[in-house]
C-alpha cells in the first residue's frame, strides 16, 4: 500500500485548507485510518482517525476545527481544517492507526502564517 497527501500550504491564521491522502491496495477500505502531524523538532502525533466504518476520534487540540472523512470507493481519506491557528503548523502524514502499518510518505507541510 502506498499513500500520498496533497493540499497543505501557507494560510493565515483563521484560515482553512482540504488535505487529502490517496490510497493504493484494497484493504484501504477495512483499514482504520488517521492523520498525523509532526512539528518541527517535535513527535509525530495523531490528530484525527476514522474507521473503516466511519467512526471517528480527534484529538482535544483540533476538536471543533478539524473534520475527517473518508471515500472507500475512490480509496481516498479527507481532512477539512478551519480556524487554523500558528501551532497547527507541522507536516501533515495519513496512516493506518493505532500502528502505522505502511512507509510514511513525504507527507504535506501546512504553513499557518501570518
Known amino acids: 500500500v502506498q499513500l500520498q497527501a496533497s493540499g497543505g500550504g501557507l494560510v493565515q491564521p483563521g484560515g482553512s485548507l482540504r488535505l487529502s491522502c490517496a490510497a493504493s491496495?484494497?484493504?484501504?477500505?477495512?483499514?482504520?485510518m488517521g492523520w498525523y502531524r509532526q512539528a518541527p523538532g517535535k513527535r509525530r502525533d495523531l490528530v484525527a482517525r476514522?474507521?473503516?466504518?466511519?467512526?471517528?476520534m480527534y484529538a482535544d487540540s483540533v476538536k471543533g476545527r478539524f473534520t475527517i472523512s473518508r471515500d472507500n470507493v475512490k480509496k481516498m481519506m479527507y481532512l477539512q481544517m478551519n480556524s487554523l491557528k500558528p501551532e497547527d503548523t507541522a507536516v501533515y502524514y495519513c496512516?493506518?492507526?493505532?500502528?502505522?502499518?505502511?512507509?510514511w510518505g513525504q507527507g504535506t507541510q501546512v504553513t499557518v502564517s501570518s
Open positions: 496512516n493506518t492507526v493505532p500502528t502505522a502499518l505502511f512507509t
Open positions: 491496495g484494497s484493504i484501504f477500505s477495512i483499514s482504520a
Open positions: 476514522i474507521t473503516g466504518g466511519h467512526i471517528i
